[in-house]
């Protein structure tokens, strides 16, 4: 059986690394944290590991899952060249989304295989994710032979597996704080809007969720372009007019937003192809408009 160890261990390597163990299909050798009681506890949650404090204690493995903070990385992966545990029979996995398999160059250079993983789902409690990891998108790039074998673990603990670019991996990521964090943000500045109109904030978010919820349902359903709705997918120029005019007097920023989301709004409106031509054009004019008055 082939083994693995963890450097860093937070909520994601917590709950990737108890599910490994419990898979039955690797080993768990090491738990490496910045503490050594980080690391006992990162071992009493996933149910085995032995907690150690340095690199030069660690055993070697056939995997060395680097689940640290991103900033963190590139120094675990110097600390692993040092420690003389890496050739070409190791490999090297990150789970960062926002770096590439490039940070682990040094790993490389030694021989081993190197690749990430990253497990698209938000991990705020690890014993809740360990319950619902299976069906989670994991998106993965680097060596073939090391996505080889990291896709034949993440498929065995319930993750199912695709392709990154590297090349663009950084704003794939952002990708998916602009659906997941700041999809939270625009929550907030729709209840600052709704508050202004004289509503409550807890009446605005019983107000907001079936909205939200349907909207969301809807763009699973029939795509974006099929689930836009309003006056932009209307082609109604004045109201939206009004609406910047409006916004721009309460909140700038608020402003901001509604002016750049707009014009993604809009390509989907051309895309849907239901609201006329001229009112299209004529919010495009206000769009920019607008956007040459702030700079």
């Known amino acids: 059986m082939k083994t693995f160890s963890i450097i860093g261990c937070g909520a994601v390597g917590k ?21 050594a009681a980080s690391a006992q506890a990162a071992a009493d949650f996933i149910g085995g590991g032995r907690p150690v404090a340095d690199f030069g204690e660690l055993e070697r493995a056939d995997l060395y899952l680097v689940a640290s903070p991103d900033d963190a990385i590139a120094g675990c992966v110097r600390g692993l060249c040092r420690a003389e545990l890496l050739d070409r029979h190791t490999t090297v996995c ?6 590439g398999s490039e940070v682990l160059g040094p790993a490389a ?14 991990f705020a409690d690890p014993a809740v994710c360990v319950g619902d990891f299976a ?29 990154i670019d590297p090349r663009f991996k950084t704003i794939y990521h952002a990708g998916s704080v602009l659906v997941c964090n700041y999809l939270t943000s625009l929550l907030e500045a729709g209840l600052r809007a709704y508050q202004k109109g004289g509503v409550p904030r807890e009446t605005a978010l019983q107000v907001m969720e079936p909205l939200v919820r349907g909207t969301v349902d809807n763009v699973f359903r029939v795509g974006t372009a099929g689930a836009l709705t309003g006056p932009i997918a209307r082609g109604d120029a004045g109201v939206v007019a009004r609406q910047l005019d409006a916004l721009e007097s309460f909140d700038v920023e ?19 192809g239901q609201a006329s031509p001229p009112g299209l054009a004529a919010i495009e004019e206000l769009l920019a408009a607008r956007r040459a008055g702030a700079s």
């Open 15 to 35: 709950t990737v690394g108890r599910l490994l163990r419990q898979s039955g299909t690797v080993e768990l050798r090491d738990i490496l944290t910045r503490s």
């Open 254 to 272: 608020l402003a901001s937003i509604y002016r750049a989301l707009g014009s993604v709004a809009l390509e989907l409106s051309r895309e849907r």
């Open 94 to 99: 990150h789970l960062s989304g926002a770096l």
């Open 109 to 122: 250079a030694l021989g081993a295989q190197v690749a990430s993983v990253h497990p698209v789902k938000s």
């Open 135 to 163: 069906g989670t998108w994991c998106g993965i790039e680097g060596d073939r032979e090391a996505q080889e074998f990291l896709g034949a673990l993440f498929s065995g603990i319930g993750g199912k597996i695709f392709s």
